[in-house]
């Protein structure tokens, strides 16, 4: 019976388009990959100060401190075109963040709600050996309270000149219509089961 559930599960998961979310984002290069963390539970909120932290890792699990990367950050509003600057620069520190000690870390806070490219780059320090690399990340952000921009960030305003369409996102009727056709469906395979 626990086969036709995973079975059933698997399906309904597909059919919705809804996907389990992992909370740390993992990207690589050649030699270098990268785990971030955004806090709280990787949900920005514009206008919040909130905290992003990126677990640097060699090929073979070696952790990469901020001391031997030359490490920055950039962030920007999407979409973006190439060329163009980015909408903020945060500066990177040495944090401690779970088991890592040391890695780059750096406070932001995300203007207004909407998606995000974030792009680490990074070239070795001095006596360091790994490859230079560069990871984006999108990350959406929620809509939160607004607040006044901290000293240390600066906002570049390079959005002016674009005008923000509307996102059209599925009806509520049609995620309802979806959930109560997965439940008759879980409902009918649960009575096929037990006939069996």
Known sequence: MSNYLLLLFIFVNFLSGIHPSFAHKVKTTADVGATLHIEPNDTPRAGEATR???ALTRKGGKVIPLAQCNCQLLIY?????????????PSLKSVSAERYKGIPGAEITFPRPGSYQLLLLGKPTAGSKFKPF???????????????QP????????????????????????????????????????????KD
């Open 134 to 148: 560069q990871l984006k990340y999108r990350v959406t952000v929620a809509v939160g309270v607004a607040q006044t």
């Open 151 to 194: 000293d240390s960030q600066v906002v570049k305003n390079v959005n002016q000149n674009i005008t923000e369409k509307p996102e059209q996102g599925i009806p509520i009727w049609a995620i309802a219509a979806l959930g109560f056709f997965s439940m008759g469906v879980l409902l009918f395979v649960l009575q096929r089961v037990n």
């Open 52 to 54: 992003a932290w990126f």
């Open 77 to 89: 509003a999407e979409p973006h075109a190439s060329g163009e600057p980015p909408l903020l620069e």
